[in-house]
Nanobody, 118 residues
Framework: QVQLVESGGGLVQPGGSLRLSCAAS????????MGWYRQAPGKQRELVAS???????NYADSVKGRFTISRDIAGNTVYLQMNSLKPDDTAAYYC????????????WGQGTQVTVSS
């Protein structure tokens, strides 16, 4: 059974930092592209950052220079380090895994809430 278990969300003041983690099980982690998405109330879910099995990364323009995605092969974990957080970053954040060779095989985590407020 595939599981993506997220953690690290919470309440933080503007300018603060959080580190999200997504622990994957039930997949061959090394062949999956991983991503973080977020969805704020009333808004469409959007890609925040992604990292593929070759360790190439992409970021939404809104988070470039502030967020960093990384992956730990040994631990089957993907991280999102979020710095200089803004109120507009408030959203539910979701981990996604997509098979590099079979793109129709993809999975979502349950989501973790990030709230940026003073």
């Amino acid at each position: 059974q595939v599981q993506l278990v997220e953690s690290g969300g919470g309440l933080v003041q503007p300018g603060g930092s959080l580190r999200l983690s997504c622990a994957a099980s039930g997949i061959l982690f090394s062949i999956y592209n991983m991503g973080w998405y977020r969805q704020a109330p009333g808004k469409q879910r959007e890609l925040v950052a992604s990292i593929n099995s070759e360790w190439d990364t992409n970021y939404a323009d809104s988070v470039k220079g502030r967020f960093t995605i990384s992956r730990d092969i040994a631990g089957n974990t993907v991280y999102l380090q979020m710095n200089s957080l803004k109120p507009d970053d408030t959203a539910a954040y979701y981990c996604n895994a997509q098979n590099r060779l079979r793109s129709e095989r993809f999975y979502w985590g349950q989501g973790t809430q990030v709230t940026v407020s003073s």
